[in-house]
């Protein structure tokens, strides 16, 4: 069994930081992938950012230049360093990982954390 726990958020008013973390534990071989989604009240999720196990980044346009991914693959940890806050940013922010697991076969195993609420005020 795999787990993601996300913490870090809460409330900041506009213009503020906030940096969201997500560690994974449980059984598992490694992980690949990992991504930040969000769900802001009365809209869908949606893809922020991911990070490749080999470090390769991608953000979604309306984060470009003020939120950053980054990873402590030893601490199989990810992070969300967010800036600049606006108040469209606001919703429940979500750890997603792409796992292998080899027991007792070997898989891929997608793990969702069960979110952390950020709420950016005006």
């Known amino acids: 069994q795999v787990q993601l726990v996300e913490s870090g958020g809460g409330l900041v008013q506009a213009g503020g930081s906030l940096r969201l973390s997500c560690a994974a534990s449980?059984?598992?071989?490694?992980?690949?992938?990992m991504r930040w989604y969000r769900q802001a009240p009365g809209q869908e999720r949606e893809l922020v950012a991911s990070?490749?196990?080999?470090?390769?980044?991608n953000y979604a346009d309306p984060v470009k230049g003020r939120f950053t991914i980054s990873r402590d693959s030893a601490k199989n940890t990810v992070y969300l360093q967010m800036n600049s806050l606006k108040p469209d940013d606001t919703g429940v922010y979500y750890c997603?990982?792409?796992?292998?697991?080899?027991?007792?076969?070997?898989?891929?195993?997608?793990?969702w954390g069960r979110g952390t609420l950020v709420t950016v005020s005006s």
């Open positions: 997603n990982a792409d796992t292998i697991v080899i027991d007792p076969y070997t898989r891929f195993r997608a793990v």
């Open positions: 449980g059984s598992f071989h490694s992980i690949n992938a």
């Open positions: 990070i490749t196990g080999g470090g390769s980044t």
